[in-house]
Every structure is written in C-alpha cells, then in structure tokens.
C-alpha cells in the first residue's frame, strides 16, 4: 500500500511569489490533515478536511493560505504571496477511523528569499 | 492553552535502554502519540496510549498516566538506526488532530 506522498520535496520562491503543495493521502482514507514545522519550533495543526469539507482550519496563520481538497482525494495548499516567516517544512497526513494514527508524508521543505 | 514538554536532546550508548519524557497540559485528551523522524523523512508511528498502563512493542514500550500528564518512550537494546527525533503527541479532540512537542533529538553512539 502507497503511503503519503507530498510533492514537491523541496521548493524554494522569492518573497511575494505564489506556490502551492500538493498532497496525496493513503487511498480511502477520508481524514486529511496539514501540518507545519517552522524552524526551531515543534510542528503545528493547519487544518483538517473530511473528504472535501473543511472539518477544522483553526490552524491556517492567515488568509494567504489556502487550502483545497476537490473531489475528496488530494489536496492542494496554496501560499499567495508567500512571505520570509513561511518557510518550513509543510506535512500532510491521513487517517481513516477506527485506527487512531494520523500517517504523515514526507513533507515540502519551502524556503522563501 | 496546549504544552507539551520534552527534553531536547538524550544520547545513549549501542545496547544500552533510554528513557523519553514527555508530560502534557492540554485542554482535552484522547490519546498520546510517540512518533519517530528521521532527518528530511516523515514522522512514523511507533506508539499509542489512551489509558493509564504500559504498552509493549517489540523494543519499544511507552508508558502513560493521565492522571499526571506524564508518559515515556522506552527503547531497549538501542541500536545505530534508532538515532533520530521521537515526537510526542497528544490528541484533544474525536479527530486525530495532533499538538506536538519539540521532539527528542536522540543519537546513539557505538
């Protein structure tokens, strides 16, 4: 079975650019999660989708982020225009219940100049 | 508000047993997660804890008390491999939205 993919691995984008993560959950997992790691600091909810609905985005920093899920599939989440303090590392994960543990992706290493 | 503490940095010795902290005042709880990172990879299961108790997984074991707010990793007969940051998390809600700590960087030496 297929884990989490995340694409891309790494981008790096000058400040007021757009750029937008991709993330392809565990097939039939309904539960899609984002998180983020900024440098030195622990990693932090984003949002959580339910199939396509926005279950919780009580995370999201700011109306620069968006976040999508058409279809209930992949997700995207778009940063327009980045700034320097979104660099980090952005993880997804999907679970699907009753298992309890999210399952994480690599994760996108994005540097804003 | 949510906090999660545990120690920045353990080392240990090829053979040897570690213990990792981690205690948690969070609003809710629904379960504490151990997770394993390696540098660059994504974080990986290794254990789950909604009651008080021990549970045993091959080498590794964790450890939860609710009532103190205070659970352990225990990795026994350390290996090379086991060298990277172990992540405690702790679920508040019915999702398995996570808030996390800073990890514990470990490194094993020979």
């Known amino acids: 079975e297929a884990g989490v993919t995340q694409f891309p691995s790494h981008s790096v984008i000058e400040k007021g650019q757009t750029v937008t993560l991709r993330c392809d959950p565990i097939?039939?997992?309904?539960?899609l999660y984002w998180y983020r790691r900024v440098m030195g600091k622990e990693i932090k909810f984003l949002l959580h989708?339910?199939?396509?609905?926005?279950?919780?985005e009580s995370g999201m920093p700011n109306n620069r982020f968006l976040a999508e899920r058409t279809g209930g599939t992949y997700s995207t989440l778009k940063v327009q225009p980045a700034e320097l303090e979104d660099s980090g590392v952005y993880f997804c994960?999907?679970?699907?219940?009753?298992?309890?543990?999210?399952?994480f992706g690599p994760g996108t290493r994005l540097t804003v100049l | 508000g949510q906090n999660i503490d545990q120690p920045t940095e353990m080392t240990a010795t090829e053979g040897a047993i570690v213990q990792i902290n981690c205690t948690y005042q969070t609003s809710g709880f629904n379960g504490l997660f151990w997770y394993q990172q390696h540098a660059g990879e994504a974080p990986t299961f290794l254990s789950y804890?909604?009651?008080?108790g021990l549970e045993e997984k091959g080498r590794f074991s964790s450890f939860l008390s609710r009532s103190k707010g205070y659970s352990y990793l225990l990795l026994k007969e350390l290996q090379m491999k086991d060298s990277a940051s172990y992540l405690c998390a702790v679920r508040d809600g019915g999702y398995s939205t996570l808030t996390f700590g800073k990890g514990t960087m470990l490194l094993v030496s020979p």
């Open positions: 097939s039939g997992h309904d539960n």
């Open positions: 804890n909604v009651l008080d």
């Open positions: 994960a999907s679970s699907q219940g009753p298992v309890p543990q999210p399952f």
């Open positions: 989708f339910v199939k396509e609905s926005k279950q919780d």
